[in-house]
């Protein structure tokens, strides 16, 4: 299995930015697909985004859309999650997870994937 490792959560104001970032410092994340979760307190765990082992596919959850890109270098391992126009209701642990999907695929349920990061908080103050 990979081995998951978030950075680049932190406390920033409502409107403001951050670009987090996952990465596997053991094997390549070429072949994986690669999503963003969230948990906040008193809620389940929700998808955020996801995209696909070549990038050329990606899906966001409603909130995010338009707000949050995903993206990934696979020449160094890494995928990220920019955000912008960040609201106080996008506070939440952020975790990335990893699976192997037939095809081109992705998917946004979290029983989709098999290993996953520890977390990086996100806390936007308003």
């Known amino acids: 299995q990979v081995q998951l490792v978030e950075s680049g959560g932190g406390l920033v104001q409502a409107g403001g930015s951050l670009r987090l970032s996952c990465a596997d410092s053991?094997?390549?994340?070429?072949?994986?697909?690669m999503a963003w979760f969230r948990h906040a307190p008193v809620k389940e765990r929700e998808f955020v985004a996801a995209i696909n082992w070549s990038g050329s596919s990606t899906g966001y959850e409603d909130s995010v859309r338009g707000r949050f890109t995903i993206s990934r270098a696979n020449a160094t391992n890494t995928v990220y999650l920019q955000m912008n126009s960040l609201k106080p209701e996008d506070t939440a642990g952020y975790y990335c997870?990893?699976?192997?999907?037939?095809?081109?695929?992705?998917?946004?349920?979290?029983?989709?994937?098999?290993?996953w990061g520890q977390g990086t908080q996100v806390t936007v103050s308003s």
């Open positions: 997870a990893a699976h192997r999907f037939p095809g081109t695929g992705w998917s946004a349920s979290v029983y989709s994937y098999n290993s």
């Open positions: 053991g094997r390549t994340l070429r072949s994986y697909a």
